[in-house]
């Protein structure tokens, strides 16, 4: 399996064009099989199904597409600050994930969690990077009760290239969040085990959405990837990049699961 060392862009033939429905779609576009030059910078006027992803600490994520949109997982004030992103979100109103504190420059802040009964919903374009959420509950520290809506996946969509980050994933999902999600081609995915839910279960999530590729975070120590690629069973593949940056192109994503490791020990 190989994955890209720089961005190659691979065109759409005809614009393709990021509609009103907040969901991934389950349908491919058609290719052209032209190959542009390998620099990220020469898709400005078109909309690429191609994203550049850094691993910026805990389960943050810096995301810059081709036409230079910016966003940041689970902005908190310290992963990724400086960034200067257009797009933040936070997935959950706690303290690691998310901060009233926003740096100078965030056109769009989105939060993640339900006021009182009225559920998040969000479904932001900013030229070639579309954003929504769907909304999922949290079970409550210290009693185990459940709090209604209070986290989101985040989908991050260009082109047909669709990425999701499950934010503070508690629970499986339904068939109607899955509808909800669309069709995933990337999976970021917290496997701490404890904070959010079991990685059995975490991995049955993972079998639940298919995607083509994981991107492992919100977790501490190596072992903590060992246990969980145990409980994926087989058929997969584990990649390891020297580098904390990887590149996302629609018609070079591997046919079999990878696990892609950028995120080192997880939790900085």
Same mark, same amino acid.
């Given at each position: 399996?190989?994955?890209?060392?720089?961005?190659?862009?691979? =065109?759409?033939?005809?614009?393709?064009?990021?509609?009103? %429905?907040?969901?991934?779609?389950?349908?491919?576009?058609?290719?052209?099989?032209?190959?542009?030059?390998?620099?990220? %910078?020469?898709?400005?006027?078109?909309?690429?199904?191609?994203?550049? #992803?850094?691993? &910026?600490?805990?389960?943050?994520?810096?995301? %810059?597409? *081709?036409?230079? &949109?910016?966003?940041?997982?689970?902005?908190?004030? $310290? !992963?990724? $600050?400086?960034?200067? *992103?257009?797009? #933040?979100?936070?997935?959950?109103?706690?303290?690691?994930?998310?901060?009233?504190? #926003?740096? +100078?420059? &965030?056109?769009? #802040?989105?939060? @993640?969690?339900?006021?009182?009964?009225?559920?998040?919903? +969000?479904?932001?374009?900013?030229?070639?990077?579309?954003?929504?959420?769907?909304?999922?509950?949290?079970?409550?520290? @210290?009693? /185990?009760?459940?709090?209604?809506? /209070? !986290?989101?996946?985040?989908?991050?969509? =260009? /082109?047909?290239?669709?990425?999701?980050?499950?934010? +503070?994933? +508690?629970?499986?999902?339904?068939?109607?969040?899955?509808?909800?999600?669309?069709?995933?081609? &990337?999976?970021?995915?917290?496997?701490?085990?404890?904070?959010?839910? @079991?990685?059995?279960?975490?991995?049955?999530?993972?079998?639940?959405?298919?995607?083509?590729?994981?991107? *492992?975070?919100?977790?501490?120590? *190596?072992?903590?990837?060992?246990?969980?690629?145990?409980?994926? @069973?087989? /058929?997969? %593949?584990?990649?390891?990049?020297?580098?904390?940056?990887?590149?996302? =192109?629609?018609?070079?994503?591997?046919?079999?699961?990878?696990?892609?490791?950028?995120?080192?020990?997880?939790?900085?």
């Amino acid at each position: 399996m190989r994955l890209p060392s720089a961005i190659i862009a691979f =065109v759409l033939c005809g614009l393709f064009a990021i509609g009103a %429905e907040a969901r991934c779609n389950k349908n491919v576009a058609e290719w052209r099989s032209g190959v542009l030059p390998a620099r990220f %910078e020469l898709a400005q006027e078109k909309t690429v199904s191609a994203m550049r #992803v850094t691993f &910026v600490g805990h389960s943050s994520f810096l995301i %810059e597409t *081709p036409q230079g &949109v910016r966003a940041i997982t689970d902005y908190n004030g $310290f !992963n990724g $600050f400086g960034k200067r *992103p257009d797009i #933040v979100t936070m997935n959950n109103a706690h303290s690691t994930h998310f901060t009233d504190d #926003v740096e +100078h420059g &965030v056109t769009h #802040v989105l939060r @993640g969690w339900a006021q009182g009964r009225v559920e998040a919903r +969000h479904n932001v374009t900013m030229k070639d990077l579309h954003v929504f959420n769907v909304p999922t509950n949290v079970r409550e520290w @210290g009693d /185990g009760s459940t709090r209604f809506s /209070g !986290n989101s996946i985040f989908v991050f969509r =260009v /082109g047909d290239l669709c990425v999701a980050h499950l934010g +503070h994933l +508690h629970h499986r999902l339904t068939k109607e969040h899955l509808e909800d999600l669309g069709r995933i081609d &990337v999976l970021m995915t917290p496997i701490d085990g404890g904070y959010t839910m @079991g990685q059995p279960f975490m991995a049955e999530v993972v079998k639940q959405i298919q995607p083509r590729i994981v991107l *492992p975070m919100h977790y501490w120590g *190596p072992h903590a990837i060992d246990r969980f690629l145990g409980y994926l @069973g087989d /058929g997969y %593949e584990v990649v390891r990049p020297n580098s904390r940056t990887m590149d996302l =192109v629609k018609a070079d994503l591997p046919e079999t699961l990878t696990i892609v490791i950028i995120g080192g020990y997880g939790g900085d």
